[in-house]
């Protein structure tokens, strides 16, 4: 599935959790990260965040491009590109730039373009509403 996604090469990736990692609590990291174990909790990538077909998520997540392949209950913010793969599950909301959401894949919640600069908007909003 990697070949897919230039960006998310395995040489890029920062982190990875192998299949029988399972963890609790905070994630925070400057590159990217894989994740084919489980996780609970938050993660907060820099660079993209690789969620493979053995993975499984219950935590928001936030990155650059967000892949989904396992499954995900949690809130994404990806700041450029979200993909759920054939293959993934999302319960959740979305919050994205672009998003691409394979033939079979499953997605339950809300999406939401991401803007590039969202104080302004939100503050334009506000000054409508007065």
């Known amino acids: 599935m ?3 996604n230039e960006m998310l090469q395995k040489d890029d990736m920062n982190t990875v959790f192998g299949r029988q990692s399972l ?7 400057k590159g990217s990260i894989r994740v084919e174990g489980e996780i609970t909790g938050t993660i907060n ?14 935590s928001d997540i936030e990155g650059c491009e967000v892949v989904i392949g396992g499954k995900v209950e949690g809130d994404i913010i990806a700041r450029n590109k979200l993909t759920i793969l054939k293959t993934g599950i999302l319960k959740g909301d979305i919050k994205a730039k ?11 919640g809300k999406s939401s373009p991401l803007l590039d600069d969202e104080k302004e908007a939100d503050s334009d909003i506000e000054e409508k509403n007065i």
């Open 98 to 108: 672009k998003l691409e959401i394979e033939e079979g894949a499953r997605f339950i």
């Open 23 to 29: 963890f609790d609590g905070e994630i925070t990291t």
């Open 2 to 4: 990697l070949e897919k």
């Open 45 to 58: 990538a820099d660079g993209n965040v690789f969620i493979g077909e053995t993975g499984q998520i219950h």
